[in-house]
């Protein structure tokens, strides 16, 4: 098992940026691919973007691919979410998620086995 711990959330004005960190424990973090998602009051929870284990490939939802930038850090056991010129209408809980096998639902909330409890970020216009 791996357990997620999220930080990083905050109040930002629009066009500002924020940093959002998974702190991963447990069973190794180069074994899992890590995946962020978002929640906003009301709406289904939305992929954001997807890194993988080793090589690091990166997937992104289309909406945030030239905002955001996923990347990982192994030997800190670390994730890590950039979000650039955000919008008020990023504001949303942000949880990560890892999966030790990625499959082509990588964008479905399903296909992740563990989940952190999600950082508050809130874009004021």
């Known amino acids: 098992q791996v357990q997620l711990v999220e930080s990083g959330g905050g109040l930002v004005q629009a066009g500002g940026s924020l940093k959002l960190s998974c702190a991963a424990s447990?069973?190794?973090?180069?074994?899992?691919?890590m995946a962020w998602f978002r929640q906003a009051p009301g709406k289904e929870r939305e992929f954001v973007a997807v890194?993988?284990?080793?090589?690091?490939?990166?997937y992104y939802a289309d909406s945030m691919k030239d905002r955001f930038t996923i990347s990982r850090d192994n030997a800190k056991s670390t994730g890590y979410l950039q979000m650039n010129n955000l919008k008020p209408e990023d504001t949303a809980i942000y949880y990560c998620a890892a999966v030790s096998t990625l499959r082509h639902t990588y964008n479905l909330s399903s296909a992740y086995d563990y989940w952190g409890q999600g950082t508050q970020v809130t874009v004021s216009s």
């Open positions: 890194i993988t284990t080793i090589s690091s490939i990166t």
């Open positions: 447990g069973r190794a973090f180069n074994m899992y691919s």
